[in-house]
């Protein structure tokens, strides 16, 4: 079962480690460190615009992982392959709720990370 779920994943991401240090005003800095490359499955499920904030793209969507991925529901996901095709621009995307671990491998619920450019890309 572990396997065909493996196989089944065509997508290649970074998992972006969450690390927090305080500034001198004992406010949190957050960062991000990448990893090496991992095997996983993105799927897309619907893309909503937010009018309030300015017509910003929302993207959702499942990230499914092998099953011994070391992921905190802090981390990020920097997807930087689709269908074994590199990306011009990685998607990256915050992880929404629980870390759901099932007997053949990971699933994540995920929203893309907009850095202000209104195309819905992360950095």
């Not at 910003?56 to 099953?67: D, H, Q, S």
């Amino acid at each position: 079962m572990r396997s065909t779920q493996d196989d089944a994943m065509q997508d290649t991401c970074r998992i972006g480690a969450y690390t927090s240090t305080d500034d001198a005003y004992n406010l949190p800095n957050v960062t991000y460190v990448y990893g090496d490359e991992v095997v996983c499955g993105l799927d897309l499920l619907r893309s909503d615009e937010q009018h309030a904030s300015g017509e910003v793209p929302v993207i959702t969507g499942i990230v499914r992982l092998p099953i011994g991925t070391e992921i905190d529901e802090r981390d990020r996901i920097r997807v930087e392959q689709r269908y074994n095709e590199e990306l011009t621009t990685p998607q990256v995307f915050e992880i929404e709720g629980p870390v759901d671990r099932g007997p053949s491998g990971i699933r994540l619920d995920v929203r893309i990370v907009d850095d202000g450019s209104g195309l819905g890309y992360g950095v």
